[in-house]
């Protein structure tokens, strides 16, 4: 079985709780990109940060 994706790059994502859940903050780029992005993003004490995957959406 092949699995298809429509990844466009990777995002900094900033999860900011249940009600919220995570979200974009940054534009999608190359991983390597994305990891600097997150390793000098000024943090908002108490969220959780990660680099997602960026999923085209399609209509």
Do not use: C, H
Not at 15 to 22: K, L
Not at 32 to 57: F, H, I, S
């Amino acid at each position: 079985m092949i699995a298809a994706t429509n990844q466009i790059g990777f995002v900094v994502q900033r999860f900011d709780g249940p009600d919220i859940g995570w979200f974009a903050i940054t534009e999608p780029v190359t991983r390597d990109e994305a990891k600097q992005q997150l390793a000098n993003l000024v943090r908002t004490p108490g969220a959780e940060y990660r680099v997602y995957a960026a999923l085209e959406t399609r209509s």
